[in-house]
Nanobody
Framework: QVQLAESGGGLVQAGGSLRLSCAAS????????MGWFRQAPGKEREFVAA???????NYAASVKGRFTISRDNAKNTVSLQMNSLKPEDTAVYYC???????????????WGQGTQVTVSS
């Protein structure tokens, strides 16, 4: 089992930045690929970014160039630095752990509770 806890969400104006963190506990964190997903009201959950255990990254087209995913295996954390935020980035953001750094949520086995990000215009 892996337990995940997100933090760092909040309210920010358009053009601003936020940094989300996800702390993992339980089984060996470094063995897992980590992903960030988000879900806006009335919409399906969508992929944001992922990082493999080696550090290879993947991003959704909508956030590429604005968001950066990183991991610290010594601290069992994965982070999502979000810059140039837009109102359409408003959503609940979830971190997830799985075997591969995929874009589909069904490949991830463990999920956090989510953290709200609200971007005002």
């Amino acid at each position: 089992q892996v337990q995940l806890a997100e933090s760092g969400g909040g309210l920010v104006q358009a053009g601003g930045s936020l940094r989300l963190s996800c702390a993992a506990s339980g089984r060996t964190f470094s063995n897992y690929a980590m992903g960030w997903f988000r879900q806006a009201p009335g919409k399906e959950r969508e992929f944001v970014a992922a990082i493999s255990w080696r550090g290879t990254t993947n991003y959704a087209a909508s956030v590429k160039g604005r968001f950066t995913i990183s991991r610290d295996n010594a601290k069992n954390t994965v982070s999502l630095q979000m810059n140039s935020l837009k109102p359409e980035d408003t959503a609940v953001y979830y971190c997830a752990a799985g075997d591969i750094a995929a874009m589909t949520d069904r490949t991830y086995d463990y999920w956090g509770q989510g953290t709200q990000v609200t971007v005002s215009s």
